[in-house]
Every structure is written in structure tokens, then in C-alpha cells.
């Protein structure tokens, strides 16, 4: 059986609002770190199962977050907008201590320029098993120049086989939404999560696009 793929972000990443409707184009879920808290809600006819998660803000990491200038109150306000295909997981200690350990190298100091990426490796960690997490990787490479740049990849008279890494970016920034200035963000987003969760023939070819692409890395 095919897994679901769902990507991972850092503590920023809603800020690039726009090419988050790229994401889930790409991605069955996106997984956001989140200054809240989660509260189960049971069923009172039957306590052992549990309905809707209720959140509620986490004051002292809602408070860092607005000190960081991560502005919590938009990420609250978007991830709403894309319930249907968000997984919310509270940025609490436990997931802080795991942070820590991965941005610190064997001397005791912080890796420099790792930080955020960080935060999406740690989540990738405690996802279903029936999902496969990679760190979202949309907003990384906006031009060409910079794809190049970053993996070595550039136009050749002979054509040479791309590396995996190179060919997860090129078919990633090939399945794109038009960009219409017509459109404010909430409602191009408001259309892709319409698109995404109503069309089931489209969630089929995207679940064949992954499965071809983990069978092409795999030989790699």
C-alpha cells in the first residue's frame, strides 16, 4: 500500500503564505510546530472515544514566539484557513530538548544557519507509520540561479543523470498554481485546499507521482 508523504516546517515558514498552495500540491499533510496546547474532547456518550482536538494558546511559548517576531497570530489565522490539511503539533519541551541535541555538534555549540531546518527534522520523527515525513521544501529555491547554485545543477550539451536530491527540486518546483495577482493569499489558498481535498482523481496521481519518484531513489 502506498504511504502518504507529509512535509514538515519550522517555526517561520507561514510566512511565505503563497507557495504553501504549491505544498499541497505536493504534500498529503503539512505539519506545522505550533505555540498551543491540545485538548481532547470525548464523546460524553462514550468516554473512550474522543472527538475534535480543542487548542488553546500556550501563553509562555506564545509570548517567546511574539518576541522572536514569529508572529503567532498569523500562523493561528492560516492554519485555520487550512485545517483540512494541516497537522498542528505543540512546540512544547520535549520537542525543544530534541531540537537542542540536533543543532548542537559534539563541542557543545549550536551549528550555525541550521536552526530552522532543524525544528522540521525533529517533527519528521513522530508522524504516523503509515506516513513517510520529509522537510518541506517549497519556499527553499525561488529561481532557477539558486537551484543551480545550491546542487550543482546546470544546463549541459550531453544530458547526465540528475542526483536524487537534484530531481526531488526539479519535480517539485514543476508542479505549480498560477500565480494570480487577481487572487489575496486567503483565497488562492482557500482554492487550493478546496482542489486538493475534493478532486480524488488528482490525490491518485499525486499518490502515483510519489510512488515513482521513491522507486527512482531507490535505484539512485
Known sequence: MSREVWATYSV?????????????MLYDR??????????LQYDKADPTQHGPVSWSRNPVEWKWWEKAKWDPEAQESLLK???PVVRKVPWDAPLQDE???EVTNEAGKHLPG?????TKTVLTRDLPAYVTGVNAM????RSVEQLEKELGVSPAETPKKLSA????????????????????DDELLGEAVA????DKDFRVHRTAFWDWQQKYLKEE
Open 12 to 24: 517561520r515558514d507561514h510566512f511565505d503564505r503563497r507557495s504553501l498552495a504549491v505544498d499541497m
Open 30 to 39: 503539512l505539519v506545522f510546530p505550533v505555540p498551543q496546547t491540545p485538548d
Open 81 to 83: 484557513l487550512l485545517e
Open 99 to 101: 531540537w537542542r541535541k
Open 114 to 118: 541550521y536552526a530552522f531546518e532543524a
Open 138 to 141: 517549497g519556499p527553499t529555491y
Open 165 to 184: 536530491s537534484a530531481l526531488s527540486a526539479v519535480l517539485g518546483w514543476e508542479i505549480l498554481v498560477p500565480d494570480d495577482p487577481k487572487l489575496s
Open 195 to 198: 482542489f486538493v481535498t475534493q
